[in-house]
C-alpha cells in the first residue's frame, strides 16, 4: 500500500452503462463524490458525438466505463452491435477522456483468451478470443489502452446484486435462485473461473485511480477460481441448503458461441499496486450472509 499522502481523491466521476450490477457498486464507491451515472437510455456509448458533449458538459476527472454489450451468444447474430458497444464505443469514451484530461477505466472479460491454460492467466498472457463477443472486448482493450490515462480491468464471473435486484442477473443469481428454492441447480466441472464480486472490484477501481498506479493493463478478480461446480457447491453450504448440483460439461449444453474451459486470472499485478482482493469464497460469504438459512450445514432440507 502507498502511503497515504500519495492519494488525490477524484472529485468529479463520470459512470457509463449505469443500469448493470457494477456500475451500482461503482456509484456507492465513489459516492462522496459528484457522480453522474448515465444509463443508455440517457447516453448511448455509440454516438460518439453524444459521448463527446456529455463529457464537455460533466468534465469528469474520471470516467468509468460499464456498459457492455454481454449477451454472449446473442452477439453471434449481432457482431455488429456488439463491436458498435464493446470497441468502437470504447474509442469515443478514450477520445473524450484524454479531451478533457480525465482518466478512463475501462472493464475487459476473460473471453478473450483461449482456454487451454492450466494456471491462471495474467496480463501477458496472449489473448486467443474464440467468439464474436471475445473478439469485440479485445478490441475495446486495445482501443481503450490507446490513451495514456486508461485503465482497462479485465473482470469474470461477476456477482453482487443486492437483494430485490431487477436488472439483468448473472449466473451465481441464477444459482443463488435455484438452491433457495430447492431446485437442482446444473454447473459446469470443466469451466474454471475466478468469479469476481462487484463490491471488490468498484474498490479496487477507486484504489488504482486515486493511488496513482501505473495505468494500463490488470486482471480484476477475487483471489482463487474454481469450476462453476466447486462454486455452486459453497454457494450451498453459504446459504446453508442442501447442495443439489448437478453436474455438467460444456459438450452437454449447446452454445452458439464457444466458451474459454479454463478462464481463470491472476490478480498479482493488481494487488501489487495496492488493491486488496480477498478468495472469491469470503467475497460469497459477504455477499449471501444476509440470505443464509442459519447452519451453513451440508445435510439435506
Not at 459516492?31 to 448515465?38: F, I, K, R, S
Not at 451468444?73 to 469515443?92: I, M, S, Y
Request: with cysteine; proline share 7%; glycine share 8%.
Amino acid at each position: 500500500m502507498r502511503p497515504e499522502e500519495t492519494f488525490v481523491r477524484v472529485a468529479r466521476v463520470l459512470v457509463t452503462g449505469a443500469s448493470g450490477q457494477l456500475a451500482a457498486s461503482i456509484v456507492q464507491t465513489f459516492a462522496d463524490c459528484e457522480v453522474t451515472a448515465l444509463t443508455h437510455a440517457m447516453l448511448d456509448v455509440t454516438d460518439g458525438p453524444s459521448v463527446q458533449r456529455a463529457v464537455a458538459r460533466v468534465r469528469p476527472e474520471l470516467i468509468v466505463n460499464c456498459a457492455a454489450f454481454n449477451l454472449v451468444d446473442e452477439a453471434e447474430r449481432r457482431p455488429v452491435d456488439a463491436f458498435a458497444v464493446n470497441a468502437f464505443a470504447v474509442r469515443h469514451l478514450a477520445r473524450a477522456a484524454e479531451e478533457c484530461e480525465a482518466a478512463l477505466v475501462h472493464y475487459g472479460s476473460d473471453f478473450v483468451f483461449d482456454g487451454t491454460a492450466d494456471q491462471p492467466y495474467d496480463e501477458r498472457a496472449t489473448p486467443g478470443p474464440r467468439s464474436v463477443y471475445a473478439s469485440s472486448k479485445l478490441v475495446g482493450d486495445w482501443l481503450a489502452l490507446e490513451i495514456p490515462r486508461s485503465y482497462v480491468l479485465r473482470v469474470e464471473s461477476l456477482f453482487g446484486t443486492p437483494a430485490g435486484w431487477t436488472g439483468r442477473r448473472g449466473t451465481l443469481d441464477g444459482i443463488v435462485s435455484g438452491l433457495l428454492e430447492g431446485r437442482e441447480v446444473a454447473a459446469f466441472t470443466d469451466r474454471t473461473v475466478s468469479p469476481s464480486y462487484v463490491v471488490d472490484v468498484a474498490a479496487a477501481t477507486r484504489h488504482l485511480v486515486e493511488a496513482g498506479a501505473p495505468a494500463g493493463l490488470y486482471h480484476c478478480v477475487n483471489s482463487g477460481c474454481g469450476t462453476w461446480h466447486e462454486v455452486a457447491v459453497e454457494t450451498a453450504r453459504v446459504l446453508g441448503v442442501a447442495p443439489r448440483v448437478k453436474p455438467i460439461t460444456t459438450d452437454n449444453v449447446p452454445l452458439a458461441a464457444a466458451r474459454p474451459k479454463y478462464c481463470a486470472l491472476s490478480n498479482r499485478k493488481l494487488v501489487a499496486a495496492g488493491a486488496t482482493m480477498p478468495p472469491w469464497p469470503d467475497a460469497l460469504r459477504r455477499w449471501l450472509a444476509p440470505r443464509g438459512r442459519g447452519n451453513p450445514s451440508m445435510k439435506a432440507i
